[in-house]
């Protein structure tokens, strides 16, 4: 089972997810790829309060192995070390084994997230 959705860029260069029914504490897996098939995958969750949190299923220090995230309810795992970081502090925590924050802008139900941001972690996935 992949649970990887497929996304890619609009003709302006950004992606718009549909975000208004996840739940807090839930988290959705997306795979980027665009016209010149470089392939980013990343995350979208929701913390407790509600507040989206988007990352790069990849962190600085674990990314040539390719093992990546998976959600553990409040929490998010390193599959490499086990290392773990509440989903709520995802954007905030940009090094290390935690996953690597991704700039967003909520427009409403929506997030907005640029394809050039979302190519800056092209390296992560190469």
């Not at 504490?25 to 929701?46: C, D, I």
């Not at 989903?87 to 427009?107: D, K, T, Y």
Request: hydrophobic share 40%.
């Amino acid at each position: 089972r992949n649970r990887y959705q497929r996304v890619g860029p609009d003709s302006t260069g950004q992606v718009v997810l549909e975000v208004g029914t996840l739940e807090p504490l839930a988290v959705r897996w997306y795979r980027f790829l665009n016209a010149g098939n470089q392939e980013v995958r990343f995350f979208v969750g929701r913390d407790g309060e509600g507040s989206p949190q988007v990352a790069f299923a990849a962190s600085e220090n674990d990314f040539r192995l390719k093992r990546g995230f998976r959600a553990d309810g409040a929490w998010i795992v390193n599959n490499k070390c086990e290392t773990s970081v509440r989903l709520a502090e995802v954007n905030r925590r940009p090094s290390g084994c935690a996953p690597v924050p991704i700039p967003f802008r909520v427009e409403g139900s929506r997030l907005v997230l640029l394809e050039s941001d979302l190519l800056a972690g092209w390296r992560y996935f190469r």
